[in-house]
Structure formats: structure tokens, C-alpha cells
């Protein structure tokens, strides 16, 4: 089975802060994704990867990068974070489809 | 571009009873067209697939035909239980950067 681990199932951050979302997969997957889960909006791409020091843009990069240093790790960063970027953030991996996802970030930003 | 549209929830049922969550999607191409299932607190979950035109995809007693015709994916299940109580998101994968789509999803509810 595959396994996509996010290290931390919530946190807390304050305004301004600079924040590490990481994200592991085992199953030597090309590709990796970030989404952000919305109440209403569903799921919205940040950013992928297919892969190593590769990265493309998703539909909402804004406020965010993201790092693909090896295969297996793909981080999202938020420079400074804002309270517009409270949310959930899944992980995901692929090699073609479907995408295998994490069990989800919860980020509140206060 | 590719976009999936699908009934606004939440949804409430009792158990045993039918289930239907409508999915309408709009891509250019032959897109692949997936259900995933997020039960609370998890993420999501791949529930059932399919890849070409008038394919079934079957899981967990759940089914959804893909009709090219009415570019619609529609998710059924004949009984439900109070164990299928989660959030149901319908996508579609255009086949282009790896780029999936995703519908906003529907919280459903079953009641005992």
C-alpha cells in the first residue's frame, strides 16, 4: 500500500511566521502535489511536482513555495504566513493516476 | 478549462436508504473519472475509477457509469449505512500535467 505521511496533523501559527509543511511518500512516485481543502471550494491545486528540484504552479501558488529535494520528500512553504491561509493542506503522490493522499494538515493561522 | 460539477450537499439519509450524488464534468479529450471518500479527520481516499466511455466503476457497493453522452459520472449505492457517512468528491484527470480536477465536494450524512 502506499503511504503519503504529512508530519503534523494540526498546527498553530502566528501571523507573519514562516511555516514547513512536509510531506513523504514511500512508493517512489514522480509526482506530488499540494492542495488546499476549502469548506464549498473543494480541493484547489497550490502546487505540483513530477519531479526532483522540478515545480510547477497550480491554481493558487500565491503565498506559497514549495521544495523537491528528493524524490520521496516535497514541502510546502509559507513565507509569512496570513490568516487567509488557515486551512486544511493535503499531500498527494502519483505515478500517473490516481493520486494517493495524506491525512491532511489542519494550519490555523492567528 | 477541465472543470467538475457536482451536487451541492450536505446530504442526509436514513439508513438502507438510496444513494445518488450527481457529477457533471466538462474537459476536452478522453478524461479518466474518479470518486474519492474522505471519512472524518482522514484524507482522501480513492473509491472507484473509470477510464472510458460507458466503463462502470464498482467499490464498497458503490457504482458510477461514465456517460460521455451527458458528461456525467454519477455516484449510487443501493443501502446505505451509517459507516458511509463522509464527504464523496468527484474528479476528473484530463491526461494533461497531472493535473486533476476536483468538485467541491458532498458531506453525506446517514442516520440510524
Known amino acids: 500500500d502506499v503511504k503519503v505521511t504529512q508530519s503534523s496533523r494540526y498546527l498553530v501559527k502566528r501571523t507573519g511566521e514562516k511555516v514547513f509543511l512536509e510531506c513523504v511518500q514511500d512508493m517512489d512516485h514522480e509526482n506530488m502535489f499540494w492542495y488546499r481543502q476549502d469548506p464549498g471550494l473543494g480541493l484547489r491545486l497550490i502546487y505540483f511536482?513530477?519531479?526532483?528540484?522540478?515545480?510547477e504552479k497550480g491554481d493558487i501558488p500565491e503565498g506559497y513555495s514549495v521544495s523537491r529535494e528528493k524524490k520521496e520528500r516535497f514541502s510546502l512553504i509559507l513565507e509569512s504566513a496570513s490568516t487567509n491561509q488557515t486551512s486544511m493542506y493535503l499531500c498527494?503522490?502519483?505515478?500517473?493516476?490516481?493520486?494517493?493522499f495524506g491525512n491532511g494538515t489542519r494550519l490555523t493561522v492567528t | 478549462g477541465d472543470s467538475v460539477t457536482q451536487m451541492e450537499g450536505p446530504v442526509t439519509l436514513s439508513e438502507e436508504a438510496f444513494l445518488t450524488i450527481n457529477c457533471t464534468y466538462t474537459?476536452?479529450?478522453?478524461?479518466?473519472l474518479f470518486w474519492y471518500v474522505q471519512y472524518p479527520g482522514e484524507g482522501l481516499q480513492l473509491l472507484l475509477k473509470?477510464?472510458?466511455?460507458?466503463d462502470k466503476g464498482s467499490n464498497k457497493g458503490f457504482e458510477a457509469t461514465y456517460r460521455k453522452e451527458t458528461t456525467s459520472f454519477h455516484l449510487e449505492k443501493g443501502s446505505v449505512q451509517v459507516s458511509d457517512s463522509a464527504v464523496y468528491f468527484c474528479?476528473?484527470?484530463?491526461?494533461?500535467?497531472?493535473?486533476?480536477?476536483f468538485g467541491a465536494g458532498t458531506r453525506l450524512t446517514v442516520k440510524p
Open positions: 474528479a476528473l484527470d484530463g491526461h494533461n500535467n497531472n493535473d486533476m480536477r
Open positions: 474537459a476536452t479529450g478522453y478524461p479518466s
Open positions: 473509470a477510464t472510458k466511455a460507458d
Open positions: 498527494a503522490s502519483s505515478r500517473n493516476s490516481p493520486l494517493h
Open positions: 511536482s513530477y519531479d526532483v528540484k522540478m515545480k
